[in-house]
C-alpha cells in the first residue's frame, strides 16, 4: 500500500463551503487521488509549503485570500514546473474565466461539476506529473 | 439521509445565521463595507452548495439575492431598509424551505411559486432580470430527457401510468435507475438493497428476478442474481455520491411523462438511435476530447491575457498543453518551449483533435476514472497533512443527550454499590467485604462525577445563542409599533446547560415583546416626558455561582403599581384590604398573576394576557425565580434567575402511605417532628405554629389521594416547603436522605399527571417519583 500511496497524485481541494469540499474530496478520493483540503486561499499557501501537490482544485469566492490571490500565491512559490490549477466557481458571467487565466489558472470550470467530468480532468492534468517527457 | 445533504443542511444553518446577523447589522451601517462582502459571501457560498443539489428554486432564489448584495457590495445601489426588508424575507423563505428538506428531502410544493414573488422584487433595484438570461438558463440546466429503456418493463405499470400522469401535470422528470450488482458483490462487503434504501427521495423500489433460477444444485446461495430498478427525484449529484462505489453497475435515465406513456404503450423511443443515456461512468472518448480542447483553449487563452511570458507561468502552460495533447492521443514534447512554439502546438493540437477519435486515459500511476477505488475516503482521517480545516467538533445534540443519559445509568448503577455493601454486611456478615465494596464505590463515584462534569461542560451553550433571535424581533416589532429601539446586550458569553438555553427563549420573547408593546412609549411621549426619543432596552446576562441571572429591562414608562392593583382589585384578583395595605413592591408582582393583562387594549404582539404568568410558570418550571423591579417613568428591569444546568437534580425523598416520593431540595425550608398535640385548626385548615409564624400543613397522602393516616398519634413529621414565597408544611410518613438523581420527564400517559415533575431511577432500582409541589398544592386545596 505504501509504494501505492507514494504514486497516487495528491490533489488539494480548496474551497470554503464544506459542502462542497466535502462534494470533491470524496469524488477524488474515489478516483484514486490522495486529497488534502484546505478552507480559504491562506491555508491553501500554508499546506502548499509542507506539502508537494500534484494538483490544486481551488474555489474562487472566499473569505481571508480569493481564489485569485491563493493561485498566485501558489504559482509564486514555486520552483520548477508548477501543479496545474483548475478553479471551480459559482460566478459564470463573461469576464470571470478571464480572471482566473490572469491569475494562472489552467481551466476554469462552473460549479456544479459533474463527478466524472471532475475525476477525468483531474487525470488527465496529472497523468505526465513526474514522467520524464 | 446522505451525508452530503446533512452536511449541506448543517452548513446552511451556519450561513444564513451569518447572513441574517450581516443584514440586521448593515442596516445600522450601511455603508461598511467589510459587511457587505461579508453577507456577500455567505449568501455565495450558500449558493453554490445548493447547486450541487437538484433545488432549482432555491437556487435562482439565492442568486437574486447574491446578485443585489453584489450590485450593493459593487457600490452601484444602496442598500435601503426596503431591501433589507426583501432579503431577509428571501433568507425566512429558504430556512422554511430547508426545514421541508431536512423532513421530506425535496422542496415544498409551491415553492416556485412563493420564490417567482420575491425574486420579482429582488430584481427590481437592479433593474429586472439579468441581461444574460443565458447565464440563468445555465444556473437551471435544461432537463435532458431521455428515452425509455427496454428495463422501464420491470416497473410496475399501474405505477408508471400514476406516475406519468403526474409528471404530466407538474410538467416534471423523474430519475429511473437499474443497479445490478456483481453476483460476488457480498464478498466485497457491498449491501445492496441498504445502497438502494439509501436513495434520497425515493419513489419506486421493484427487485428484478433472474429470467431463469439456476437449477437447485448449481445454485450458489452466496451470489447476488437480483437486481434493482427504482425511481428518484434525486439530483444526478447526490446518486454519482451514492453510487460511487458501483458506477459501473448503475444505469440512469431521466424520463418525462411522454417517455413513460410512448413506453406503456408499447411505441418505440423517440430517440431511437441513442439508446440508453448509460451511466455516470461509462467515459466516452468524445468527452475526454472536449475536455482536453478545453484545456487548450484555457492555455491559449492564459498566453493572451499574461503576455508578460513569465517562466513559471510558461512551465505550466506548457504542461497542461502537454497533458491535453497527451489525452487526444498525439503526444507532444514541450518542454520549456517558448510562447510562439506553444501556441502553434495548441492550434496544431486543436485543428487536429477537433473530431479524431482519441485514446482512453489509461496511463501508468494515473488514475483512470474506472479505476477501483484503492482506498477508501475513511483514510484520509488518520492522514496528518490533510483536513488542514477547523479544529471545532460539530456533534449532534443527541448524541450528547444519550451520553447524559449514559451518565445517569452509571450513576444509578454506582449507587447500587452502596445497597450491596449493606447486604454484605447484613445479610452475609461480612464486614471486610462491605468496606471493600464501599471504597470501590468512592474510587467509581469520583470518577462518575468526573464524567458528569465533562459531560455537562460538553452541554454548555453561551446565552448568546438565546439572545441572537433578538434583533430581528426587536427591529420587526419596533417598526410595527413606530417606536425607535436601541437593543443592548451584555454578558452574552455567559455559559448555561443547553436545556437551560432552549427553556429560556419564549420567556425571554414573552418579556421581550412586553417590553416593546407596554414599556416603551412612542418617540413623541418620550420627548414629551423629557427623555431621548430612542429608547434602550437591554438583555443582559452574568453567572452567579450556581446560577444565572438573565435581566430584561427597558427605559420606558415603568410600571404604575396603583393602576395595577386597581385592576386586580376589579378583576377579583385581591381583596379590598389587600389593596389598600398592598406595598409597591406587591403589587407589581401582581402581574404574575394568572388572568392579569394591564393593557387596556390587547394587542397583537403580547397575545390575550396569557403573558406574565406564563413566563413565570416556565421559569419556575426549571426551577428559577423570576422577580420584576419597576419605577414609574424610569422603566422596568425582569429578572430571571435558572439554574445553570438541569440534567441533575437534588431531591429530598420522603415516603407517605409507603410510597416514596422526591421533593426538589431547593424548596426545602426545614424538617421538623411536632408532637400532635401542637397541631392546631384555623377554620378547616391544620396548621402549626412555628417561632410565632402560622404554617398551613397540608395532609400529602390525602392530596395524593392515598390511604393513610399517621400511626404514631404522638409525633408528627412536617416538612416544610416555600413555594411562591410560601411556607407550607407537608405532613409525611418519613424523612429519607438526599439523592442526586436525573430527572426524566414523565412521557406518554402520564405526561398529563401534572402533580408529578418528572421521574428518576433510584439505586437500588426503584422509580422516585418527583413531586410538582406547585400543583400538589393546588390539587390539595381542591381536596380540602
Redesign the interface.
Known amino acids: 500500500m505504501t509504494s501505492d500511496t507514494a504514486t497516487r497524485p495528491r490533489v488539494l481541494v480548496v474551497d470554503d463551503a464544506a459542502t462542497v469540499r466535502m462534494y470533491h474530496t470524496s469524488l477524488l478520493a474515489e478516483g484514486g487521488f490522495q486529497v488534502d483540503e484546505a478552507a480559504n486561499g491562506l491555508e491553501a499557501v500554508e499546506a502548499a509549503m509542507t506539502t508537494a501537490y500534484d494538483l490544486f482544485v481551488v474555489d474562487v469566492n472566499m473569505p481571508k485570500m480569493n481564489g485569485y490571490a491563493c493561485v498566485e500565491a501558489l504559482r509564486s512559490a514555486t520552483v520548477g514546473t508548477p501543479a496545474p490549477v483548475v478553479m471551480i466557481s459559482t460566478e459564470d458571467r463573461p469576464g470571470d474565466a478571464d480572471l482566473a487565466y490572469r491569475a494562472g489558472a489552467n481551466l476554469y470550470l462552473v460549479k456544479p461539476v459533474a463527478g466524472d467530468r471532475l475525476v477525468r480532468i483531474a487525470g488527465m492534468l496529472t497523468a505526465q506529473r513526474g514522467v520524464p517527457a | 439521509m446522505n451525508?452530503?445533504l446533512s452536511?449541506?443542511l448543517?452548513?446552511a444553518n451556519d450561513l444564513l445565521a451569518q447572513v441574517d446577523e450581516g443584514l440586521l447589522q448593515l442596516e445600522q451601517r450601511p455603508g461598511d463595507a467589510e459587511l457587505v462582502n461579508?453577507v456577500f459571501?455567505g449568501a455565495?457560498?450558500?449558493?453554490?452548495?445548493s447547486?450541487?443539489f437538484d433545488f432549482p428554486e432555491l437556487t435562482r432564489l439565492t442568486h437574486a439575492a447574491e446578485d443585489l448584495l453584489d450590485a450593493v457590495r459593487a457600490g452601484k445601489l444602496a442598500l435601503d431598509s426596503g431591501m433589507v426588508d426583501d432579503l431577509l424575507a428571501a433568507f425566512d423563505l429558504i430556512r422554511g424551505w430547508l426545514a421541508h428538506v431536512t423532513a421530506h428531502e425535496r422542496l415544498p410544493v409551491g415553492a416556485g411559486t412563493d420564490a417567482a414573488l420575491l425574486i420579482t422584487k429582488l430584481r427590481a433595484p437592479i433593474g429586472g432580470e439579468p441581461v444574460?438570461v443565458a447565464?440563468h438558463a445555465?444556473?437551471v440546466p435544461p432537463r435532458v430527457v431521455d428515452a425509455a429503456p427496454e428495463w422501464l418493463a420491470w416497473f410496475d405499470a399501474d405505477w408508471l401510468s400514476t406516475t406519468a400522469a403526474w409528471l404530466e401535470t407538474t410538467s416534471s422528470t423523474m430519475r429511473f435507475l437499474w443497479y445490478t450488482p456483481d453476483t460476488d458483490c457480498f464478498f466485497r462487503a457491498e449491501d445492496p438493497l441498504h445502497l438502494v434504501r439509501q436513495v434520497p427521495a425515493l419513489e419506486h423500489l421493484g427487485a428484478v428476478r433472474p429470467q431463469q433460477w439456476p437449477p437447485v444444485d448449481d445454485y450458489d446461495e452466496y451470489a447476488c442474481l437480483i437486481s434493482f430498478v427504482f425511481a428518484t427525484r434525486a439530483a444526478?449529484?447526490e446518486l454519482?455520491?451514492l453510487f460511487?462505489?458501483v458506477?459501473d453497475q448503475v444505469q440512469v435515465v431521466e424520463l418525462d411523462a411522454d417517455a413513460i406513456t410512448r413506453h406503456l404503450r408499447g411505441e418505440p423511443p423517440l430517440k431511437a438511435e441513442e439508446p440508453v443515456h448509460v451511466a455516470?461512468?461509462e467515459?466516452a472518448d468524445s468527452?475526454?476530447a472536449a475536455?482536453?480542447r478545453?484545456?487548450l483553449s484555457?492555455?491559449q487563452?492564459?498566453l493572451e491575457?499574461?503576455p508578460d511570458d513569465e517562466a513559471?507561468?510558461l512551465?505550466?502552460?506548457?504542461?497542461?498543453v502537454?497533458?491535453?495533447a497527451?489525452?487526444l492521443g498525439v503526444p507532444t514534447?514541450?518542454?520549456d518551449a517558448a510562447r510562439p512554439a506553444i501556441l502553434a502546438a495548441i492550434e496544431r493540437l486543436l485543428a487536429e483533435a477537433a473530431p479524431a477519435p482519441v485514446m482512453p486515459?489509461t496511463?501508468s500511476?494515473?488514475?483512470?476514472?474506472t479505476?477501483a477505488?484503492?482506498?477508501?475516503?475513511v483514510a484520509?482521517a488518520d492522514?496528518p497533512?490533510?483536513?488542514?480545516?477547523?479544529k471545532v467538533l460539530k456533534v449532534d445534540q443527541e448524541k450528547v443527550d444519550r451520553l447524559m443519559e449514559l451518565v445517569g445509568e452509571l450513576n444509578v448503577a454506582k449507587n447500587g454499590l452502596t445497597f450491596l455493601a449493606d447486604a454484605a454486611e447484613e445479610e452475609f456478615g461480612s464486614r471486610v467485604l462491605s468496606r471493600r465494596i464501599k471504597d470501590q464505590y468512592s474510587g467509581m463515584h469520583r470518577i462518575a462525577e468526573e464524567l458528569q462534569a465533562a459531560v455537562m461542560d460538553v452541554r454548555m451553550l453561551p446565552l448568546s445563542v438565546a439572545f441572537n433571535r433578538f434583533p430581528r424581533l426587536v427591529r420587526d416589532l419596533s417598526r410595527r409599533l413606530g417606536k425607535t429601539i436601541e437593543l443592548v446586550t451584555e454578558g452574552e458569553d455567559t455559559m448555561a446547560d443547553k436545556d437551560v438555553i432552549e427553556a429560556l427563549g419564549d420567556p425571554l420573547v414573552h418579556l421581550v415583546r412586553n417590553s416593546l408593546d407596554h414599556g416603551i412609549e412612542t418617540p413623541d411621549q418620550r420627548l414629551a416626558a423629557g427623555k431621548p426619543g430612542s429608547a434602550k432596552l437591554t438583555l443582559a446576562a452574568v453567572a452567579d455561582g450556581d446560577a444565572v441571572i438573565v435581566e430584561v429591562s427597558d427605559d420606558g414608562c415603568g410600571i404604575d403599581p396603583e393602576r395595577v392593583k386597581r385592576k386586580a382589585y376589579e378583576k377579583g384578583l385581591i381583596s379590598e384590604e389587600e389593596l389598600e395595605t398592598m406595598s409597591d413592591v406587591e403589587a407589581v408582582d401582581l402581574v404574575f398573576r394568572a388572568g392579569f393583562s394591564t393593557a387596556d387594549q390587547v394587542s397583537d404582539l403580547s397575545g390575550r394576557g396569557v403573558g406574565m404568568d406564563a413566563v413565570r410558570a416556565s421559569v419556575e418550571k426549571l426551577g428559577g425565580t423570576v422577580t420584576m423591579r419597576s419605577r414609574l417613568g424610569h422603566g422596568t428591569t425582569t429578572r430571571l434567575r435558572l439554574p445553570l444546568s438541569m440534567a441533575v437534580t437534588q431531591v429530598m425523598v420522603v415516603s407517605v402511605a409507603g410510597q416514596r416520593f422526591g421533593i426538589p431540595v431547593d424548596l426545602v425550608v426545614e424538617t421538623v417532628r411536632v408532637p400532635a398535640a401542637e397541631m392546631g385548626r384555623v377554620l378547616h385548615q391544620e396548621v402549626v405554629v412555628m417561632r410565632g409564624e402560622v404554617i398551613p400543613v397540608i395532609d400529602l397522602a390525602r392530596a395524593l389521594d392515598m390511604p393513610w393516616s399517621p400511626e404514631d398519634p404522638t409525633d408528627r413529621r412536617i416538612l416544610v416547603v416555600s413555594v411562591n414565597g410560601q411556607r407550607v408544611g407537608l405532613l409525611v410518613e418519613q424523612f429519607h436522605r438526599e439523592v442526586d438523581v436525573i430527572l426524566k420527564p414523565m412521557e406518554g400517559l402520564l405526561a398529563y399527571a401534572d402533580e408529578f415533575s418528572g421521574t428518576a431511577l433510584l439505586g437500588d432500582g426503584l422509580v422516585l417519583l418527583v413531586l410538582n409541589m406547585k400543583e400538589v398544592l393546588g390539587l390539595a386545596a381542591r381536596v380540602a
Open positions: 451525508p452530503l452536511q449541506f448543517a452548513e461579508e459571501r455565495h457560498t450558500f449558493k453554490g452548495s447547486g450541487l444574460s447565464a445555465a444556473a444526478v449529484g454519482e455520491y460511487r462505489y458506477q455516470v461512468t467515459v468527452e475526454i475536455d482536453a478545453a484545456v484555457a492555455a487563452r492564459s491575457l499574461r513559471v507561468h512551465r505550466s502552460v506548457c504542461h497542461a502537454s497533458a491535453a497527451y489525452a514534447v514541450l518542454t486515459l496511463p500511476g494515473a488514475p483512470a476514472t479505476a477505488p484503492a482506498e477508501a475516503p484520509r492522514d497533512s490533510g483536513q488542514v480545516g477547523t
